[in-house]
């Protein structure tokens, strides 16, 4: 299939990178998607986000066939089943975001405490749970049922990104950097979060503020 333009090589590595630089992701972690049409541009297996190159962006269909995945990252699977039920995601970010991951391990749900993350991703980010965490088809099941952009998709009470215990967030958005924003905001929140507990086992009274 057609290889990745400049411009979207651009994006990828200028949000790879990103997640690199902030800790997000480890050397060959990660991995990130766009859908075109009935195209999925997705980064090659065992590449580094933080340096993406040009063959680095594989390009595989929507609808699979024969063969035609070679070279595309483990979780495509899980990538391509979040596109197939939801038409209005254009972009896909995963990260191994240590806070997210850690949070994940203290609930089935991560509450946000500030202002910012509770109006962008509402009052919990649900934490999914699977055996299998890598390229996995029951993750694909989970996160295909819990993400989703656009109205449609909000009133059936899908969110914009949840977190696989053990191994990190998903997020969806009607482009790829809209993805990365919820990654990243996630990741800020859960900082605070651990932080908070912290503070609080160390006797501090932290003081809430009116929100709806």
Known sequence: MSAASSDRLTRFAEIGRDLFVSGQIT???GNLSEREGDTIYI??????????RAGDIVAVPVEPFAGSD???????????????ANAEVGGVCHAHSMSAVLCAMLGDSVAPLDSEARFLMGAAVPVLEATQTIGS??????????????DESMAAGK?????????????????LEDAYRWVSVLEYSCKLILRARELEAGGAQLIDYPHN
């Open 137 to 150: 088809e029951r993750v694909a099941e989970l996160m295909s049922e819990a993400l989703g952009v656009g």
């Open 159 to 175: 969110v914009p990104v949840a977190i696989l215990r053990g191994h990190g967030p998903f997020a969806v958005g009607a482009t």
């Open 27 to 29: 050397s060959h972690g």
């Open 43 to 52: 980064t090659r297996t065992g590449s580094q986000l933080g340096r993406l």
């Open 70 to 84: 070679e070279g595309a990252s483990s979780e495509l699977v899980v990538h391509r089943a979040i596109y197939r």
